[in-house]
């Protein structure tokens, strides 16, 4: 954290009340009252350069009276983030928005509002985000208890040694899932019907240049839709056919990770991970086995981090031909481009298959390396697998990217400037491909990534079809690694330690992070010394690179739209959790 | 010209179109429904058509494959003894917590006997991880590669007991051949490790 | 297909063998329907990938006559609910399946369809869509492999084999079947069919919380 000190040293010499360090053993970063928050957020951006917010999160600390705030600040430029935290009483949390300075912050102020209470000041749509208006509670929060709720931790008592097998409906007063306020009356209650969503959106007076008055309509897209990529929704408010405003609507797919994380123990929680991104399970585990030892503060062996780069990089091939795949889909390539993008997935899914015993939720990464070794076998697979997705990407490349209806309907299109991807935090593929040579890889290496000899991928119109080339070059760097990967790869042991299955994680707080395949993947993770984490929190890339799509989205036409939404990338298992 | 990048791409398509005559031509008979059929399908080599046909071929699983767990047991003169010794320690590490084991007590003494009396997985919950299987200090649960078990009623067949979960040690050893073996040599040479200090 | 389509016990000329068929027509009619069965599509979570993979080259469901496979519910013999189906979107697909025409079908693949999987113990997961729906197959796994997904479609085909029309083809009948009620978003899910069991747990439920935090009323 060389890095940090460096640039708050001064600062705590300029302001001594506003940043102080966390002298909590295993903590980091620096303290700043809330009532300073936001100009302190302005003074690292504007005087120190740190111009992204990557993460805005919570964590409660029930029984004591408070709930912290924890942001994470980047440069664009690379190095380590810089942690700040804020600590807020529980009862009456509430914090200057930060939206004004960082408009990356606004999907995660709301997100943190929604799970946790806490109440943004100036915020512009403080709404609930991932459950719904009308929502009993806060469910991060500590003493927020779900309807099938049993223990605080697991395991479970009830399962062993007196383990008789009963299903948790039958424990429940109404035999479902559910669970109500006390006193509350089915029949008077008036539910939402997204008044406040639709009044909240921009609605532009026609200029009436033509000379007629025409109207403007709300057009909902999804959640049943074929082009949102899952349960997604948007809600477009459309003069014709041009968007005047969008407002992502989210949560179809809220399946209370972090909730059930805190309740896992640490290994628990591997196999979850891999359903959060489920196309690139490998990196979720990944990050979070990164996450993880950093608070163990132990390393994996040589050949299990050639192993875990190899895996993360097939990862990502995979990923990026899905989503080209799909983008064109969305384009009225029906089909055609995906079937092709899945074939030469089904060979990497047959090695994941072979490695780690299930084709998309791998859980094949441990703490300390991964679970089982590559053999001779395996070796031959992947070097095969090697030698024929560099022709298959030509295959690709000569049968797409010269074709006119491709170009015409992407290039120019959804535009997103540097500067707008900066302030909207997005990272990965999406910021990359609007001019911002910005990849964990490089500028905050991790594992052994600085081993190896790649480049990092770049384009700059900002353009769905810089971001759909972009995907096909860095499958193209991914080969190379993987190939060097593959010659480098020494022999020995793939796990440190024992497996165990209980870690007793010291107290702390680490934030491991990946340069997944969609963007900066990190977890932010605090461990109160038990054998599962006090607060687990997934930074999830799409989820926040999904902050740009209205800017992009407005003014284009709607059919557009679903390009433009397609050329992001989402995975709803990670945008809702 | 303009339409020359579309007539490009098409081209791409007409190849595939035409590989798949040639290929079927090329390897004859034994492309479809065979076993060497469906080893070329699942080899890099591959071109042409590239459809499993199942039922008719089903793809082979690899060792590591994982579905749903099941119980081991040996059979010693007629006789199923489950591996199991329900220490519970796959119930503890399941993350989903879908196992639920009763122990077996001893009616007189009261004290516990290492074999479960009951043991129910719940497949609606299961999320087919392979942790429990991959901690069990007994090598008594493993997973299964048995995937053709979908069922009209959930109520009734999806709590799998003991009856459904065990399956004898040959199964096991059929399903994960290596694996068996590094555990039985392992076990064999922990055995004559223990008989060696003995004999000293 | 002319095993399956010819009734068995009717002794068929050896001169006709190969131009006629003889058959009831029960089996002509489930022979018709398990042969285009049309999924809609929705994919609502980690179980969709492995649907599209079984619809794409690899396992092909066309073969099967299932490759319409449309977003619309209009057109849509069954409904394949492929993952977790949280309170959010559950009134959505109350929606989708009342609007399909009869018969229908609805197949729940993976442990989260079927009985809420591992996330089962979240605050906003359905456990398993049969509490809404009335599910005709279930198909286990996490996520089940394209070749388990396409056992559970044969299976459904073979329990349209089993349908007679006098018996099973409640569709045809005058009162037909009446739309399951589209559940509300209030403080937790409600479902309309449940209102007065509702109204009386949260009463009994009044005397026992001590209200200590208006903030959390669930307990
Ligand atoms: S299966 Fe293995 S881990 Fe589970 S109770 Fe039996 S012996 Fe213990
Ligand atoms: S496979 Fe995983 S979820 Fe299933 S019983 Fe074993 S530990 Fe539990
Ligand atoms: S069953 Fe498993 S793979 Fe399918 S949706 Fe649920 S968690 Fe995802």
Redesign the interface.
């Known amino acids: 954290m060389s890095d940090q000190s460096a640039v708050v040293g001064t600062v705590t010499e300029v302001f001594p009340d506003w940043f102080s360090p966390d002298s909590r053993p295993g903590y980091a970063g620096y303290i700043v009252p809330s009532e300073r928050m936001r100009e302190a957020a302005g003074y690292l951006k504007n005087r120190k350069h740190f111009d992204m917010l990557t993460s805005v999160t919570s964590a409660d600390y029930f029984p004591e009276d408070r709930i912290e705030m924890v942001y994470h600040f980047r440069r664009s430029t690379g190095g380590e983030p810089l942690r700040i935290k804020c600590f807020l009483s529980r009862v009456e949390s509430q914090i200057d928005s930060l939206v004004d300075v960082f408009p990356g912050a606004e999907l995660q102020e709301r997100e943190v509002w929604d799970l946790m209470g806490v109440r943004f000041t100036g915020h512009p749509d403080l709404r609930r985000i991932l459950t719904w208006e009308g929502f009993a509670g806060h469910p991060l929060r500590k003493d927020w208890k779900e309807p099938f709720f049993e223990d605080e931790i697991k395991p479970y008592k009830s399962r062993w040694p007196e383990g008789k097998f009963i299903r948790a409906e039958e424990k429940n007063p109404l035999g479902d899932n559910l669970c109500f306020p006390p006193g509350f009356d089915p029949e008077s209650w008036v539910p939402d019907k997204d008044e406040i969503l639709y009044k909240s959106m921009t609605r532009v007076a026609k200029a009436g240049e033509d000379g007629m008055d025409s109207d403007t309509i709300i057009v909902n897209l999804g959640p049943q839709h074929p082009s949102t990529h899952g349960v997604f929704r948007m809600v477009a408010r459309l003069d014709g056919e041009t968007v005047v405003d969008l407002k992502p609507v989210m949560g179809y797919l809220h399946r209370n990770h972090e909730k059930i994380g805190e309740r896992n123990t640490f290994l628990g929680n591997m196999p979850f991970t891999d359903r959060l991104d489920y196309i690139c399970s490998m990196s979720n585990n990944f990050a979070y086995a990164l996450a993880v030892e950093k608070l163990l503060n132990i390393a994996p062996p040589e050949r299990a981090e050639y192993i875990r780069v190899i895996m993360a990089e097939l990862t990502r091939i995979v990923n990026h031909l899905v989503a080209n795949g799909f983008l064109m889909n969305d384009l009225g390539a029906f089909f055609t481009p995906v079937l092709y993008s899945l074939e030469e997935r089904e060979f990497i899914l047959d090695f994941f298959e072979a490695a780690s015993g299930s084709r998309m939720m791998c859980n094949y990464y441990r703490f300390g390396g991964v679970v089982r070794d590559l053999d001779e076998n395996m070796m031959s697979m992947l070097k095969a697998i090697l030698e024929r997705l560099p022709r298959k990407m030509d295959e690709l490349e000569k049968y797409l990217i010269g074709s006119e209806i491709v170009r015409i309907r992407s290039e120019g299109v959804g535009i997103l400037t540097p500067e707008a991807a900066i302030a909207n935090s997005a990272t990965g593929p999406l910021l990359r491909a609007s001019g911002v040579p910005y990849d964990l890889r490089r500028a905050d290496p991790y594992s052994i990534y600085d081993r190896f000899d790649f480049d990092v991928c770049v384009r700059y119109h900002g353009d769905i079809y810089d971001r759909f080339m972009l995907r096909i070059d860095e499958i193209r760097q991914s080969i190379r690694i993987l190939k060097q990967a593959v010659r480098d790869m020494p022999s020995g042991p793939v796990l440190t330690g024992k497996p165990q299955y209980q870690v007793r994680v010291p107290a702390g707080e680490a934030y491991g992070r990946v340069e997944g395949p969609k963007g900066e993947l990190g977890f932010y993770l605090v461990s109160n010394g038990k054998t599962n984490p006090a607060r687990y929190h997934v930074r999830a890339p799409t989820f926040i690179n999904l902050t740009s799509l209205a800017g992009m989205s407005r003014g284009n036409k709607v059919a557009d739209v679903v390009t433009i939404l397609g050329s992001i990338d989402i995975v709803l298992g990670e945008v809702d959790r | 010209m303009y339409g020359l990048g579309i007539l490009k791409g098409l081209s791409v398509t007409l190849k595939h179109f035409i590989l798949t005559f040639v290929d079927d031509a090329k390897r004859g008979k034994g492309r479809y429904r065979s076993p060497q059929g469906i080893a070329y399908k699942q080899s890099t080599e591959l071109s042409g058509l590239f459809t499993v046909e199942y039922p008719e071929e089903k793809l082979p699983v690899p060792e590591e494959f994982r579905y749903i767990p099941f119980l081991v047991y040996e059979e010693e003169d007629g006789e199923k003894k489950l591996r199991c010794t329900s220490c519970g320690i796959c119930s503890k590490v399941c993350p989903p917590q879908c196992i639920y084991i009763v122990r077996t007590v001893d009616p007189e003494t009261g004290k516990p006997v290492p074999t479960p009396a009951e043991f129910c997985i719940d497949v609606d919950i299961c999320m087919n991880c392979g942790l429990c299987a991959e901690y069990c200090p007994f090598d008594a649960i493993k997973m299964d590669h048995d995937y053709e078990i979908a069922s009209f009623d959930r109520m009734k067949h999806h709590v799998f007991d003991i009856s459904r979960l065990a399956k004898p040690v040959s199964y096991y050893a059929s399903i994960r051949p290596k694996n068996y073996k590094t555990e039985e040599d392992a076990r064999a040479a922990k055995a004559a490790a223990k008989q060696g200090t003995a004999s000293a | 297909m002319k095993e399956s389509l010819n009734s068995p016990g009717v002794q068929i000329p050896e001169e006709l063998s190969g131009l006629v068929a003889i058959t009831t027509l029960d089996r002509i009619y489930n022979w018709g329907r398990r042969n285009s069965l049309w999924p809609l599509?929705?994919?609502?979570?980690?179980c969709?990938?492995?649907m599209?993979?079984t619809a794409?080259?690899?396992?092909?469901f066309s073969?099967f006559g299932m490759e319409v496979m449309?977003?619309s519910p209009r057109q849509a013999d069954f409904m394949l609910i492929s993952?977790?189906v949280?309170k959010?979107?559950v009134p959505?697909?109350v929606r989708?399946y009342n609007q399909m025409p009869e018969p229908k079908y609805v197949v729940?693949m993976g442990?989260c369809a079927?009985?809420?999987?591992?996330?089962?113990?979240?605050?906003?997961?359905?456990?398993?869509i049969?509490?809404f729906l009335p599910?005709?197959?279930?198909?286990?796994?996490?996520?089940?492999?394209?070749?388990?997904l396409?056992?559970?479609l044969?299976?459904l085909q073979e329990?349209i084999d089993h349908q007679a029309l006098k018996t099973d083809a409640h569709w045809y009948k005058k009162d037909g079947s009446a739309p399951i009620p589209v559940p509300?978003?209030?403080?937790?899910?409600?479902?309309l069919r449940?209102?007065e069991?509702?109204?009386l747990?949260?009463?009994?439920?009044?005397p026992?919380?001590d209200?200590d935090?208006n903030?959390?009323?669930?307990?």
């Open positions: 599509m929705s994919g609502l979570a980690c969709a990938i492995e599209i993979c794409a080259s690899r396992y092909d073969r449309r977003p993952g977790t949280t959010k979107m959505q697909l989708l729940a442990a079927s009985g809420g999987g591992p996330f089962k113990e979240g605050y906003s997961v359905v456990p398993g049969d509490k599910v005709d197959v279930y198909i286990p796994g996490c996520p089940p492999t394209p070749q388990a396409l056992n559970g044969m299976k329990k509300i978003l209030g403080p937790d899910l409600i479902d449940k209102v069991q509702i109204r747990a949260s009463q009994v439920q009044q026992a919380s209200a935090n903030e959390v009323p669930h307990e």
